[in-house]
């Protein structure tokens, strides 16, 4: 019978410790960028989203996220830009398979259900830290988690130089993630 609690125990006290592992369901979610190119508002979406996302809206300090998505995914809704942007000069898809975000912390934010990410961006071999709110929906066996971040394409060696294309550019995101 002791032998029974203290695995009793220890399972709640991972459970509580650990926070809840969830995957990210690619058919599910969407990554989404906007840039101006010539004044002009275009954007696209990332497929190919894989990883693991670890939460719990109370026990932030051991949430995590460690997610990728597939560069070679690029779809602008036109093909012929699509394969411009997976040549070298952009996101050199061949070598650089991968865009990939690894948290550093997940902290609450003032508004309730918000909270704020630290963590890493890769892109091309080229990491940078960012930071961004985010929310998160509890849904059957998961979270809808959704926010926005901006980025200067050009920290990351996409696009060169460019006086027609913005160096900024939004991505958001609208992941849901499952047990």
């Known amino acids: ?14 459970g509580i410790i650990c926070g809840q592992k969830y995957t990210p369901i690619d058919a599910e979610s969407k ?20 990883g693991s996302i670890v939460f719990d809206p109370n026990a932030l300090n051991t949430s995590s996220l460690n997610v990728t998505v597939n560069s070679n995914t690029v779809d602008t809704d036109n093909g012929t830009r ?12 061949e070598k650089y398979p991968l865009i990939k975000f690894v948290s550093t912390k997940v902290t609450k934010s003032t508004v309730a259900g918000r909270f704020y990410v630290f963590g890493n961006l890769t892109i091309k071999d080229v990491t940078k830290p960012i930071e961004f709110g985010f929310s998160a929906k509890a849904v059957s066996s998961g979270y809808e988690f959704n926010g926005e971040f901006e980025i200067n394409r050009r920290d990351f060696g996409v696009g060169g130089s460019s006086i027609s294309m913005s160096d900024n550019l939004k991505v958001t995101l609208a992941i849901t993630a499952k047990k």
């Open 82 to 93: 699509d394969k411009h942007l997976r040549k070298e000069e952009y996101f050199n898809v």
């Open 31 to 50: 990554v989404h960028f906007v840039i101006k190119n010539f004044g002009i508002r275009t954007g696209g979406d990332f497929t190919g989203l894989k």
């Open 1 to 14: 019978m002791r032998g029974l609690k203290i695995t009793v125990i220890s399972l709640l006290i991972s």
